[in-house]
T-cell receptor, first 114, second 115 residues
């Protein structure tokens, strides 16, 4: 089955710097790659996603890139702000989503220092 | 839409007691998922349903855990008897369909503490 590896597990940056979180997946049939942000004590919330027919997607200060050949995708946050501090999870639909569930990475705790 | 609704938000119970967690998915969503989150193990998929039918329960830790979905608008996760190692945040999530392009919407979670 699908396996999603996420790195790093923790990341600390200064406010205004960029942050990059990387994930790799194992199932070449995977087609959908969402990213979730979970603030302390809150639910995970979808912040951006990308499909396999797209190499990059941007939404204001966040972007996601996908390299299907290498089977990895990354989340990029520019001009980081303290409110970006949270745990970020990547996920993959694995097997093209035929099973209906997402496979999550272990999460990256991002700390943005003012 | 009010989103995915879970109850209770917090539950403290004594070891050996039965615990029932409840979830109401978003109307029209065909899939419902139960996750458990701990610091050590992250987000673990316990079980998920499609059109009220359990599809994969391989993540259910043991026979003490059971889940039901009697109709499209309600699901329960039951632990009987509960143990301290069951302490975690339990999330319910729903999604509209299978396949590419649809992420989950999570509920606010139930923080379970077993003492």
């Amino acid at each position: 089955g699908e396996n999603v590896e996420q790195h790093p597990s923790t990341l600390s940056v200064q406010e205004g710097d960029s942050a990059v979180i990387k994930c790799t997946y194992s199932d070449s049939a995977s087609n959908y790659f969402p990213w979730y942000k979970q603030e302390l004590g809150k639910r995970p919330q979808l912040i951006i996603d990308i499909r396999s027919n797209v190499g990059e997607k941007k939404d204001q200060r966040i972007a996601v890139t996908l390299n299907k050949t290498a089977k990895h995708f990354s989340l990029h946050i520019t001009e980081t702000q303290p409110e970006d501090s949270a745990v970020y999870f990547c996920a993959s639909d694995g097997d093209g989503g035929s099973q209906g569930n997402l496979i999550f990475g272990k999460g990256t705790k991002l700390s943005v220092k003012p | 839409d009010a989103g995915v609704i879970q109850s209770p938000r917090h539950e403290v119970t004594e070891m050996g007691q039965e615990v029932t967690l409840r979830c109401k998915p978003i109307s029209g969503h065909d899939y419902l998922f139960w996750y458990r989150q701990t610091m050590m193990r992250g987000l673990e998929l316990l079980i998920y349903f499609n059109n009220n039918v359990p599809i994969d329960d391989s993540g259910m830790p043991e026979d003490r855990f059971s889940a039901k979905m009697p109709n499209a608008s309600f699901s329960t996760l039951k632990i009987q008897p509960s143990e301290p190692r069951d302490s975690a945040v339990y999330f319910c999530a729903s999604s509209p369909t299978v396949g590419t392009g649809y992420g989950y919407t999570f509920g606010s979670g139930t923080r379970l503490t077993v003492v």
